[in-house]
């Protein structure tokens, strides 16, 4: 059992990809059922490493790590995809780009994509 | 006729206080030969950047919101109020409203009680002041203190000394020294820019509104946030309130001023609002957003008395009043707006709550707790009746979803409203207001002017 946790929240097209990915069993059910998210496990050295990188990053009551930049959060699913992982080597990926991450939160205040909806 | 129905209050102080000139003619001969002053913001007395336009408090006044109040306060109404919250002419009021300038440009301007002095918006004529009196405020920070309160002398809700990191106190600290106290006229109108042009019911058209929709009671649900499933909830369950049956109408006002990073942005809120009864959740014919100007002070307990002030007027007999309500940080007790209406503050001047003191207030308080997700009820449940445990919603948890892109479940955002938060998003290319939304909103305010 891991010591903390990221919460990385799936809509349809991130549901689909999780479940392709193999880590269907994973996925957990909030608001009767309609919020589906992936906890992704994190080590006190991960978590500490975490919060050096990033300032605004926290923890919470329920030791889940908030406040990081989006940036980071979207990395870390594409990470977790990627690796077909809910471990810390998804973190420790995504930790390795730090700088490019940093670059982007710092534009995140001017600019950030907005979702495409019908 | 039952005994038991409620009647529609008449507006605070009796009547409406209406002052526009609607007639350009009469305005430009009103104006004639007099001395002009361009509106300036109020700017940080640290960081400069814009934290209040008084365009807004004479909006607000001359359109008969703040009723009866009808312009920038004397030196001896200011105290009055500081002292136990009443106008000189008796009637419950939270704030004082000044109209304050510089030294330098009360140098340049030359004028004095009984000037006539035109105030220039946006480089247009917009409004007159007919000045009364000239005074001085000593020290704004003095001034700043005793409009909110402070531990020693308001023990019941204040629990910490108020400064900079209160945006309401910064707005006191903030003000001019030279103080142009005297009653204001519009003499141009403003016309609102879209959206806010479909929301704006002044206190005479909101009354004739209720008229036209049959509405007897009127409960008003006062917002500065995109409303999510739990706003909704308490909005419609609150409606149960009302005399023989659930409230007619819902109103919500959403109050529109100057912004803080990180809310959002105020065409958002009230389209969101207006999504709220598009997308059918609450029927339009019970439902009406719009919206009031006013640069926030946060004042909690105070605000709350200014928003009952404010949805008396429109018409309004019920409000409903929440946890934090109008509140930032915890300078105040959590549940000192519930006190005030409950018991009434002393130290503020209410031995009894506002509405069971001379010269108060007729709007009944509805004091309401959460709605909130339970998995075992399979609804969205209030927090007072339910037994279990719930899913709490964090407005923090819900802006990092939505910050991330990812649609929130229709249990929390309906999809209809997040359509709203995504049109502006593309808008500003930001979800939330960042530092150019709010430096440029200052800029534009919500309105323009034609020539007069
Ligand atoms: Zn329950």
């Known amino acids: 059992m891991a010591d903390y946790f990221i919460d990385v929240l799936l809509d349809e097209g991130r549901l689909k990809a999780i479940q392709e990915a193999g880590l269907g069993d994973q996925i957990k059910y909030r608001f009767a059922g309609e919020l589906k998210l992936v906890e992704v496990h994190v080590s006190e050295d991960t978590k500490n490493k975490v919060l050096q990188e990033f300032d605004t990053a926290r923890t919470d009551s329920r030791n889940a790590i908030t406040d990081v930049p989006v940036a980071f959060l979207r990395e870390l699913y594409h990470q977790v995809v990627a690796k077909k992982s809910l471990g810390d080597d998804a973190v420790l990926a995504v930790l390795e780009k730090s700088a490019e991450i940093k670059d982007l939160a710092a534009k995140e205040s001017e600019f950030l994509p907005a979702p495409e909806i019908d | 006729m039952s005994r038991f129905l409620i009647k529609r209050p008449l507006p605070h102080g009796g009547r409406l206080v209406e002052r526009v000139v609607r007639d350009p003619e009469r305005a430009k001969k009103m104006i004639k030969g007099c001395p002009t002053y361009d509106i300036k913001p109020t700017l940080h007395y640290e960081s400069e950047v814009p934290v209040r336009n008084v365009y807004r408090e004479i909006m607000s006044i001359c359109y008969g919101f703040f009723s009866p109040v009808e312009g920038s306060m004397s030196q001896a109404e200011v105290e009055r109020i500081l002292k136990e919250r009443r106008l000189l002419n008796e009637w419950i009021f939270p704030y004082p409203l000044v109209f304050d300038i510089s030294k330098e440009d009360f140098k340049k301007l030359g004028v004095g009680s009984g000037d006539r002095l035109v105030l220039n918006l946006k480089g247009k004529p917009f409004a007159i002041l007919d000045i009364e009196e000239v005074w001085e405020i000593s020290d704004t920070e003095e001034l700043a203190d005793k409009t909110f309160g402070t531990p020693e002398d308001n023990p019941e809700v204040v629990r910490e000394k108020f400064n900079k990191k209160h945006p309401g106190w910064v707005i006191y600290k903030s003000l001019n020294p030279i103080v142009l106290a005297g009653k204001y006229t519009i003499i141009n109108e403003p016309i609102f820019r879209p959206p806010f042009d479909r929301f704006w019911y002044p206190p005479r058209k909101a009354r004739e509104e209720f008229d036209k929709r049959g509405w007897r009671t009127v409960i008003n649900h006062q917002t500065r946030n995109v409303p999510h499933v739990g706003h909704e909830f308490l909005m419609k369950n609150a409606a149960f309130t009302g005399d023989l049956e659930p409230c007619h109408g819902i109103l919500v006002n959403a109050i529109i001023g100057v912004k803080r990073r990180g809310d959002y942005p105020d065409e958002a809120i009230v389209e969101g609002h207006e999504a709220v ?30 928003h009952g002030i404010i949805r008396q007027n429109m018409g309004c007999t019920h409000h409903m009043f929440g946890r934090d309500h109008a509140a930032v940080g915890e300078y105040y007790d959590k549940w000192s707006t519930q006190i005030l209406w409950n018991e009434g503050i002393p130290s503020f001047g209410f031995p009894a709550p506002p509405t069971d003191v001379p010269y108060g207030l007729e709007i009944r308080p509805q004091n309401m707790r959460e709605f909130s997700f339970c998995p075992t009820c399979k609804e969205m449940a209030y927090s007072e009746t339910c037994g279990h445990e719930r899913e709490k919603l964090s407005g923090s948890f819900l802006r990092g979803m939505v910050a991330q892109g990812v649609q929130p479940p229709s249990i929390i955002m309906r999809p209809e409203v997040f359509k709203v938060v995504v049109k502006w998003w593309k808008h500003f290319n930001y979800p939330f207001c960042n530092e150019k939304y709010v430096i440029n909103k200052e800029k534009e305010l919500e309105v323009d002017l034609k020539d007069l």
């Open chain 2, 277 to 306: 009864n598009t997308g059918g959740y609450i029927k339009n014919s019970r439902h009406l957003p719009t919206i009031c100007l006013w640069d926030m002070r946060y004042g909690n307990p105070l605000e709350s008395l200014l």
